[in-house]
């Protein structure tokens, strides 16, 4: 929850007229980075994805340094998060496929947690972001279900985008239980962020 304090703050900056990134370091909205661990196993349906799109599987970025977090990041993380969710309907795999676990991109107006992912990794990256600092995500939600969202990298820390929250918040402001992401110098590699059993994340929700 933001403090009063911190929340006149905001309110003085955008008074101001103040760039975002402007107000940034001094509130407590600043995220940390996530600690990763060591390779692990790539979720089931990433695997069948990367069978029938290789070339999304492959890429190795170049740089890896974390975006700079700006006023123009920070209005496309918002403006991305909230298009995507507003133009996606929930709908399960197996309403969709007849099966569970189908990785793809919501072309159709419809799909679950990872299509919505899927696609906001794509407009942010069309919007100039690395595909180093736009890491696939999977994680349990408070309720123990599987879940995916979108991991972003930036100087201020990792913020996640999500299909059941409109706001964009740091990645330790969620509640979630974190298992693994995408590596950050392989689109087809995958990495630890905690222990935790295998996890189906392909639920309407």
């Not at 990872?114 to 906001?120: C, I, N, R, S």
């Amino acid at each position: 929850m933001i403090s009063s304090k911190v929340a006149r703050k905001l309110r003085l900056c955008v008074v101001a007229g103040l760039a975002i990134s402007g107000c940034w370091a001094t509130s407590a909205l600043a995220a940390s980075p996530m600690v990763t661990g060591g390779p692990t196993s790539q979720p089931i349906g990433h695997y069948d994805f990367c069978k029938v799109n290789p070339g999304e599987c492959s890429i190795r970025p170049a740089n890896l340094d974390p975006a700079p977090m700006t006023g123009s990041l920070w209005r496309k993380l918002i403006g991305v998060n909230d298009r995507v969710n507003a133009a996606v309907k929930p709908k399960s795999d197996y309403d969709i496929y007849g099966k569970d676990e189908v990785w793809a991109y919501p072309d159709k107006g419809v799909g679950d947690c990872e299509d919505y992912v899927l696609e906001k990794r794509r407009e942010l990256n069309r919007l100039g972001v690395s595909f180093a600092d736009l890491l696939i995500t999977v994680l349990r939600k408070p309720d123990g279900e599987g879940h995916a969202v979108l991991t972003v990298r930036t100087t201020k820390g990792d913020y996640i985008l999500d299909n059941l929250n409109s706001k964009v918040l740091s990645w330790d402001q969620t509640g979630y239980r974190f298992l693994k992401r995408q590596a950050i110098d392989n689109t087809g590699r995958w990495v630890s962020i905690r222990a935790g059993q295998q996890v189906l994340v392909g639920a309407v929700k």
